[in-house]
């Protein structure tokens, strides 16, 4: 008998699934190995960015939520861009949030790290009832605990994370957590909640590589299937992920942080493979996000989604097809 995960497989090591590996879990395909020529300097260019701005930030366009705070009453379908990979979405009569985070930086600490370009579209007290939040992994700039927290004080929403991750939300004190593992399904609400794979990895320090999932999330409801990536390269799980529960909707796609590409392009999707993913995936709209927030890699904040759109036009894609609003701004779908 063996325990991987919270879940316990009875007979040999052979049968657990072949995402799972003793002491964590693996992507399906191996990755390549990045060596300290590539990682060396880009850790060093990253420190510096600490200490200076960046030009290119999002646009942004206000917004007090009162519109999105009326809606949950009536659930019109809609998506708002917080920053980073920040989505609040609304359909079917539910209210849920994306890999929330509001803090300044994202880092355990709060003057060092990574640090925040653009802030949170909306307070979080203009938010309206959130119902849910979907985390994709536990990487710091997807899963903030000092926003989830600020969330769980509610005593309202509930936390849907990948396996092993549930721990590190229960030691800080939140109790409505579930855990899934790819292809597991969950419904609240009368929707249906899908964690489905990604090809990425997880860890907060240094010691804990990959020992909890990531993925990345659907949710299917009477009338609307929107679909978020979390963070993934691009892989035939895109595919795979619209045939057994598409075509969406909407999917929201990280189109940030690929360069240097030779230590990016495995774990993220530039803007060209974005697209080939929504394609993939049955998309009717894409939303681009995982940009211009905070300073995570090398490329310009304001070069995704210019990449994003003319990408879409060389496919021959409708004006409408890819959406790279301003923070802040909320869209019907």
Same mark, same amino acid.
Do not use: K
């Given at each position: ?18 995402? $799972? ?12 190995? #990045? ?50 990979? +920040? ?6 009569? !539910?209210?849920?949030?994306? %890999? ?30 959130? %119902? ?6 536990? $990487? ?6 000092? +926003? ?12 849907? %994370? ?14 409505? #957590? ?82 240097? !590409? ?26 681009? !996000? ?29 004006? %409408?097809? !890819? ?6 701004? +909320?869209?019907?779908?």
């Amino acid at each position: 008998m063996n325990r991987l995960g919270g879940r316990v497989y009875v007979g040999p090591m052979a049968d657990r699934p072949a995402h $799972h590996r003793g002491g964590g879990f693996r992507n399906l395909v191996a990755l390549p190995r #990045v060596g300290p020529d590539v990682t060396v300097p880009f850790f060093f260019r990253r420190a510096l960015g600490t200490l200076r701005g960046r030009a290119g930030a999002p646009p942004a366009v206000a917004n007090d939520g009162a519109l999105l705070r009326e809606n949950a009453r009536h659930s019109a379908p809609t998506v708002t861009w917080i920053g980073h990979a +920040t989505v609040l979405v609304q359909m079917d009569h !539910v209210t849920f949030l994306t %890999d929330p985070i509001w803090s300044r930086t994202a880092s355990p600490f709060t003057f060092l790290g990574p640090r925040r370009f653009a802030p949170p579209a909306l307070a979080l007290a203009d938010l309206p009832p959130i %119902d849910f939040v979907l985390v994709s992994h536990n $990487h710091y700039d997807h899963l903030d605990l000092a +926003t989830l927290r600020m969330l769980a004080a509610s005593g309202h929403t509930r936390f849907f %994370d990948p396996l092993r991750v549930g721990d590190l939300l229960r030691g800080a004190g939140i109790a409505a #957590v579930e855990e899934l593992d790819w292809w597991d399904t969950r419904t609240i609400a009368g929707v249906e909640l899908h964690f489905v794979p990604s090809q990425h990895w997880s860890g907060r320090g240094l010691t804990d590589q990959s020992a909890t999932l990531w993925g990345g999330w659907v949710v299917v409801g009477p009338t609307r299937r929107f679909y978020f990536a979390g963070d993934s390269g691009y892989f035939a799980g895109f595919a795979e992920i619209g045939r057994r529960l598409g075509p969406f909707g909407l999917a929201a796609l990280p189109i940030g942080a690929y360069e240097p !590409v030779a230590m990016m392009r495995a774990v993220h999707l530039d803007p060209e493979e974005a697209v080939r993913a929504a394609l993939d995936l049955g998309a009717a709209r894409a939303l681009g !996000v995982h940009y211009g927030t905070f300073d995570l890699t090398d490329e310009p904040l304001d070069e995704p989604p210019r990449r994003f759109q003319a990408a879409a036009r060389a496919c021959g894609l409708a004006a %409408d097809a !890819v959406w790279t609003p301003p923070l802040g701004e +909320t869209r019907a779908w």
